[in-house]
Nanobody, 121 residues
Framework: VQLQASGGGLVQSGGSLRLSCVAS????????IGWWRQAPGKERERVAC????????RYADSVRGRFTISRDKAKNTVYLRMNTLAPEDMAVYYC???????????????WGQGTQVTVSS
C-alpha cells in the first residue's frame, strides 16, 4: 500500500494549485482518503477528506469554500483543488488513507510523503 502525493509548488497569494494523491495497493472503491497539512512549528491539521461510500467531502473551516477534494476512481487518485491561496495555507501537504467516516486514519493506514506548498504574498 502506497500513497504518492504531488502537485505542490510556489504560487502567489490568490493563486491556485491542484494536489494529487495516487493510491496503489488499495482501491478508492472501498477506502476514503484525506489531506492534512503541517506548517513549521504547528501541529498537523486535517484539511479535507472524502469518504468511500458516497463521496461525501468534509473540510476544515479554514479552507471551506476555497478547497475542493475530489476523486477519480479510474485513476485511483484523489485531488485537492486549492483556490484563493493565502500565505497561511503554506505548509507541507500530506494525503493519508484509508480514513473512516470521521476522517480518521484507520489502523494500518498509510501516509504519503508530503508535497510542499509555498504561497508568496
Amino acid at each position: 500500500v502506497q500513497l504518492q502525493a504531488s502537485g505542490g509548488g510556489l504560487v502567489q497569494s490568490g493563486g491556485s494549485l491542484r494536489l494529487s494523491c495516487v493510491a496503489s495497493g488499495f482501491t478508492l472503491d472501498y477506502n476514503g482518503i484525506g489531506w492534512w497539512r503541517q506548517a513549521p512549528g504547528k501541529e498537523r491539521e486535517r484539511v479535507a477528506c472524502i469518504s468511500t461510500s458516497d463521496g461525501n467531502a468534509r473540510y476544515a473551516d479554514s479552507v471551506r469554500g476555497r478547497f475542493t477534494i475530489s476523486r477519480d476512481k479510474a485513476k485511483n487518485t484523489v485531488y485537492l483543488r486549492m483556490n484563493t491561496l493565502a500565505p497561511e495555507d503554506m505548509a507541507v501537504y500530506y494525503c493519508a488513507g484509508a480514513v473512516d467516516s470521521q476522517c480518521r486514519v484507520v489502523k494500518g493506514g498509510r501516509w504519503g510523503q508530503g508535497t510542499q506548498v509555498t504561497v508568496s504574498s
